[in-house]
């Protein structure tokens, strides 16, 4: 598997992690490694900062298709294969369809802003 074939599979497997979250079928450690891959995907917040030089950018490299990777395996592959299906149609131009899904980040931003903004004053 060539470097492009998989990050077009890592492009793929995240919506399908986040779709098994929500299938009861699911075992719940897989649920909870599931979770934190989908948060840390979609958070801008970084393990380290994209700012230190190379650094900055291996836990994107290196955690993130860790962390799919060793939720995929404990996933079941039916519920995998199911969920892979309904991901197909998850994204449009390059972009969620569903927007709304970035709901949860905004409110921790949001969150966080009126947490420094009321330590300030």
């Known amino acids: 598997m060539t470097l492009k074939e ?7 497997d995240i919506p399908a992690v986040f779709l098994t979250l929500k299938d009861g079928r699911t075992p719940i450690p897989a649920k909870i490694l599931a979770g934190i891959t989908v948060a840390y995907a979609l958070s801008p917040i970084d393990l380290i900062p994209d700012f230190v030089p190379v650094l900055g950018y291996l836990d994107d490299v290196l955690l993130l298709p860790a962390l799919i990777a060793l939720t995929v395996k404990l996933i079941p592959a039916q519920i995998l294969a199911d969920c892979r299906k309904q991901a197909e149609g998850m994204w449009q131009n390059g972009r969620p369809k ?6 949860p980040i905004v409110a921790v931003w949001v969150l966080a802003a009126v947490l420094v903004v009321k330590a300030i004053f």
């Open 98 to 103: 569903k927007w709304y899904y970035a709901l």
């Open 6 to 12: 998989r990050a077009a599979s890592l492009k793929r």
